[in-house]
Each structure stands twice: as C-alpha cells, then as structure tokens.
C-alpha cells in the first residue's frame, strides 16, 4: 500500500529583521527499492509502507520549535521538544540549533496522509503542550472531543501566520 508522507508548515515570523523565527528543515527517506541510498524528500512525497524518514531542523536558540504528527487515522503525537530532553539554559549555544526531530522511523499500515506539523514561536505554547498532554491521557467521546480542540488550534496558528505574512 502506498502511503502520502504530507508537510504542512506553521512558520512564524515576526516584522523586524532580528526577530526572524523562520527556521530550515531537511526531510530523508531511505526508500525499501534501495535501503542503501538517502533520498531527499519534498513536501508532499509518496513513500511506501516500509519505508523510512527522518527530519533534520535548524532554528533559533530564542525560539520555541515545536513537531507534531497527525498519523493516516488522525491520531497526534508530539515528536518535539521531548520533555526529558529539554535544554533550560541555552545562553552557551550557538544561535542556531540543528536538530533531529524524527529519528529514522519506519511507515506501516494503515496507508494513507501522515502529516508533521514543524511550528516555530517565539513564546512558549503553553495552551498547546497542555492540550496534548491532555489528549495522551483521554478516551472515547472525550478524544473526539481533544481531537477537535488541537485541529481547531492548528488552524488559528495558520490563520495568525498568514496575518502576518
């Protein structure tokens, strides 16, 4: 089965030049015809089951940077920051950070849209951390209920980056 490895980007900037929260990505496949080769992935690129990605990000230290995966089932999960991996005091690091976000991870069955959300702030999204970390916890009718709670967020984000813009 084929599946659609899909991109969406909440991109954030601000309007003075320092305050530029942009940030760059890199997505790899190493594609199941040929597990030698890395192959650079676009937006939007059909991979297979079997398949393997990884995304590679690079972004400011003053920034918030944030993934999150809407698997083929609309299931979320939030890829990064990992809370045991959090850097509290970044005054030492240089002012970009690179990043993997997505280790390489296999795709399987069901096929079908996988989408990564990469979101740049430069506040803490405090609403948004609380929000999954509720939806990790929740069942039944309340899921359903979460579920429209973060894709109601995702399009308010959206919506504030194309103001800007």
Avoid at 15 to 37: N, V
Avoid at 49 to 55: A, E, H, K, L, N
Avoid at 97 to 117: I, K, M, R
Wanted: glycine letters at 8%.
């Amino acid at each position: 089965m084929r599946m659609i490895f899909g991109l969406i980007l909440t991109i954030g900037f601000s309007f003075g030049q320092t305050d530029d929260i942009g940030f760059s990505y890199g997505i790899l496949g190493r594609l199941q015809s040929d597990d030698e080769q890395i192959t650079v992935l676009q937006d939007s690129s059909m991979i297979q089951t079997g398949d393997s990605v990884r995304i590679n990000v690079g972004y400011r230290k003053e920034t918030n940077f944030y993934v999150l995966y809407q698997g083929s089932q609309g299931e979320y999960m939030l890829l990064y920051p990992e809370e045991c991996g959090r850097i509290e005091d970044v005054s030492d690091l240089p002012d970009t950070l690179y990043n993997t976000v997505l280790h390489w991870s296999q795709f399987s069955d069901p096929a079908g849209f996988e989408t990564f959300y990469l979101i740049n702030s430069k506040f803490v999204l405090t609403d948004f951390h609380k929000l999954i970390k509720k939806y990790d916890k929740v069942g039944g009718i309340l899921l359903a209920l979460e579920l429209a709670w973060i894709n109601q967020l995702l399009v308010v984000l959206h919506l504030e980056v194309k103001e800007m813009n």
